[in-house]
Nanobody
Framework: QVNLEESGGGLVQAGASLRLICAAS????????TVWFRQAPGKEREFISA????????RYADSVKGRFTISIDNRKHTVYLQMDSLSPEDTAVYYC????????????????????WGKGTLVTVSP
């Protein structure tokens, strides 16, 4: 029933910024968080950031803390990931997903705990 679609990726130079967008259809985010992951070629999918359905709590991986900011607009059913100070190490396909765990505000976000995924958007950062 719920569909997620990422957008906003592109090719940028190191130090630049991008804003990723995760748009949901038939989704209210009630009691379920939205999570950003990324996957580089030859690497496993890794957790980047998460936000609760009401936007009151957020979590970040150590690799992006202080550079990335997650936010949610419930009126538009959209989650954003503002990415600043990008480096080549940030190059990956970025995915958004809906957490299957209700009212979860912990620190563990394995990929197999997600129940809905978008198709991903590619971010490439040149040196």
């Amino acid at each position: 029933q719920v569909n997620l679609e990422e957008s906003g990726g592109g090719l940028v130079q190191a130090g630049a910024s991008l804003r990723l967008i995760c748009a949901a259809s038939n989704h209210t985010w009630t009691n379920h968080g939205t999570v950003w992951f990324r996957q580089a070629p030859g690497k496993e999918r890794e957790f980047i950031s998460a936000i609760t359905w009401n936007g009151q709590q957020s979590r970040y991986a150590d690799s992006v803390k202080g550079r990335f900011t997650i936010s949610i607009d419930n009126r538009k059913h959209t989650v954003y990931l503002q990415m600043d100070s990008l480096s080549p190490e940030d190059t990956a396909v970025y995915y958004c997903a809906r957490d299957r765990r209700p009212i979860y505000t912990g620190n563990s976000y394995p990929a197999d705990m997600m129940e809905v995924w978008g198709k991903g958007t590619l971010v490439t950062v040149s040196p």
